[in-house]
């Protein structure tokens, strides 16, 4: 069974991505930030399953999707 660490782990690959954005023109800058979000919450989706106390908010918030 997954557990917190990995999913740190994981919300911690998916935060790096968010906070990079700004390394994008700004033209793609929401683009890319919608496609981060997308991510996550795709993830979360799978992480619940593996997890009964699987947090989402708090897992969407660790990536840093609002």
């Keep these: 069974m ?4 990995h999913f740190q782990a994981i919300a911690d690959v998916l935060r790096y991505d968010m ?8 033209a ?12 996550a919450n795709r ?6 399953k593996q997890n009964p106390g699987f947090d989402r908010q708090r897992f969407l918030a660790a990536c840093g999707v609002e």
Aim: with cysteine; aromatic share 4%; hydrophobic share 40%.
């Design 2 to 5: 997954m557990t917190r660490k």
């Design 28 to 39: 793609e800058h929401e683009v890319r930030k919608a496609g981060c979000a997308d991510r």
């Design 43 to 48: 993830m979360a989706v799978m992480l619940a």
């Design 19 to 26: 906070d990079n954005l700004h390394n994008w023109p700004t």
